[in-house]
């Protein structure tokens, strides 16, 4: 008789990665360095002020407002501890924390579909994410195709809505081969909290 030890084990898979090498490449090796470049001071002070002034205070009590007053005093601290981060240090549990907080859509929430979840992220790691997310912008029209509208500035997901409009209205005209419209439901896809 075992004794269970193999019962949640599987052996280990190698992956097989050659799939890889049927995409074409469309970030070049400068935009991967450009991505990883060690921000300048300019380009954290560029990503603070952009950020909400008046954001709701992350776990260790700063917000937005503190860091464009105090920017002349922080900003050394600042900008090494962003530079650490781009030069592959771990950013402490300090800079990383943040308070999950629901918040209750009606009154007396049973539900948690009642409730709302919000984060509430220290300031200072909004720093490195608004940096990244800068960068990775000006890379999306080259990894993401025309015929996405949804989620890209410029573009509205409304388009595609229309155009599957005309497509439906016009399903029933004779056409070689036939018609065909595929419903796809991508709630799982995108999970969110509403």
């Not at 029209?141 to 497509?167: D, V």
């Amino acid at each position: 008789m075992g004794t269970g030890c193999n019962l949640f084990t599987q052996p280990v898979q190698k992956s097989d990665f050659s799939i890889l090498n049927k995409i074409d490449n469309h970030i070049t090796e400068e935009d991967n360095i450009f991505l990883i470049t060690i921000p300048t001071t300019e380009e954290v002070k560029e990503a603070i002020f952009s950020l909400n002034l008046n954001s709701a205070a992350g776990p260790d009590g700063f917000n937005g407002c503190f860091y464009h007053l105090c920017w002349d005093i922080i900003s050394n601290d600042v900008v090494n501890m962003v530079q650490a981060f781009f030069e592959g240090q771990r950013m402490s549990r300090f800079y990383t924390s943040t308070c999950l907080v629901l918040i209750p859509k009606v009154e007396s929430p049973s539900f948690f579909s009642q409730l709302r979840l919000i984060s509430l992220s220290n300031f200072s790691n909004n720093i490195v994410s608004k940096i990244v997310t800068n960068r990775i912008t000006l890379m999306l029209p080259k990894i993401i195709s025309e015929n996405q509208t949804g989620f890209m500035k410029g573009r509205l997901i409304t388009e595609n809505i229309l155009l599957t409009q005309e497509i439906v209205k016009d399903i029933g005209k004779k056409n070689i081969g036939g018609n065909m419209v595929i419903k796809l439901d991508m709630d799982k896809e995108y999970d969110k909290i509403s």
